[in-house]
């Protein structure tokens, strides 16, 4: 995600921000390949993602949502078209990402887009259970419940 913010902010060629990025950074062989694997593809991918998340965000421009949302959404829509991770898993990483680093309206967002994303794909029928389950849930912990009456 950090690539892919400093990306989004100078869109500079992708190798370097990774070279600079790997430079502070320590991690495994198969976390350092899965990260690039990641930025590589959201980078190449974001015209597409973006047009995907502007069609699901109702009277959002891409510029208007913050940078961090952008990366979160663009990370979680290229991981459900690659279908390697489960959607649920996805779904509740890219909430808990925006819980921790973004503002405290963008778990929400981010749910609310990710699952209208993820319903418009044909062929995530289950996911789409899992999904509109998983938002229904958090809709209900946010009304306020009414006491009952003795």
Known sequence: MQMLFQWDVGRQDPAR???GFW?????EKATRAF???LFDGVAASAPELDALIVGHADNW????ISVIDRAILR???YEFRSAKTPPKVVLDEAVELAKTFSSENSPAFVNGILDAVLRSFPDNKASDRAAKARSQTKREAREPRESPEN
């Open 61 to 64: 421009r891409i510029e208007r």
């Open 17 to 19: 921000i990774k070279d």
């Open 75 to 77: 990370i979680a829509i």
């Open 23 to 27: 430079r502070m950074a320590k991690s």
């Open 35 to 37: 990260a690039d694997q």
